[in-house]
């Protein structure tokens, strides 16, 4: 055999040989997954690690958000809760028992219309014509009744203030009590204003109280005086011209 078959003859065996050798590195089994070595990243493990926390401190903001709303809205609605003021009546009732009262004076009332006339007609200071003993005596005992009487009516209003001022002192206690107990705004204020509707209704009081007392004392200083113009003028016609006998 010359020389250039043998070459040729050479070749096809390395040939033959190298693809033996591959396809046998291609038949060798895979290497199992436990025996693979995990890596390790810490630089990645420690950004995980900042994005959680971050992302449970943002959590934990949006619930403190919502639990400030949620106490925003209860306070709201606490500084819109009313309170009730059922004692309103009952001060009405008190007022309108001492305006009744006030109404029932006699002889001469607490109105200005008809007030000059019935003063006029009880105090009529100079005796008109030549009135006799029985007039002058039966105008006098009208003058000292009406006196009495406007005392009397005084006391009445007096006993009615102060037993209205005896119910008032459990109200005010009520109220000093629902005032410290005033959950919002609107309620403190509520109660701030009954309060205040107590003092009114109390000054109202007072003022009747003391209209009637000045009523009295007038109604006596002019019966008074009334008395002093009778006799004055009785005494003058008593002495007359103030001559015993006549000049000659």
């Known amino acids: 055999m010359n020389s250039p078959s043998r070459k040729y003859l050479h070749a096809c065996a390395l040939a033959l040989a190298a693809a033996g050798a591959l396809a046998g590195g291609f038949a060798l089994p895979a290497v199992p997954a436990q025996a693979q070595i995990t890596v390790f990243d810490p630089s990645n493990y420690s950004q995980n690690l900042l994005t959680a926390a971050r992302t449970l401190e943002q959590i934990n903001n949006q619930i403190q958000s919502l ?6 809205l209860l306070n709201q609605a606490k500084n819109l809760k009313t309170v009730g003021f059922p004692e309103l009546e009952g001060l009405n009732d008190t007022l ?8 029932e004076a006699q002889d ?3 109105r200005v219309s008809g007030l000059e006339e019935q003063f006029a007609e009880l105090f009529p200071h100079a005796l008109t014509g030549t009135p006799g003993r029985s007039e002058q005596v039966s105008a006098a005992r009208g003058r000292l009744d009406a ?3 406007a005392y009397r009516q005084t006391m009445r209003v007096q006993a009615q203030v102060a037993q209205n001022v005896a119910a008032d002192s459990a109200l005010l206690g009520a109220l000093a009590a629902r005032s410290q107990g005033a959950e919002g705004a609107l309620q403190a204020a509520q109660t701030a204003n009954q309060l205040l509707a107590l003092s009114t209704k109390q000054q109202f009081q007072i003022q009747d109280l003391m209209a009637a007392q000045y009523r009295a004392q007038a109604t006596e200083a002019a019966r008074r005086a009334q008395a002093e113009i009778d006799g004055r003028i009785a005494t003058q016609k008593f002495l007359g011209s103030g001559s015993a006998y006549p000049a000659p």
Do not use: E
């Open 147 to 149: 006196a009495m009487n």
């Open 108 to 110: 001469i009332g607490f």
């Open 67 to 72: 639990q400030n709303q949620a106490a925003m």
């Open 96 to 103: 309108q028992q001492v305006d009744r009262l006030m109404g």
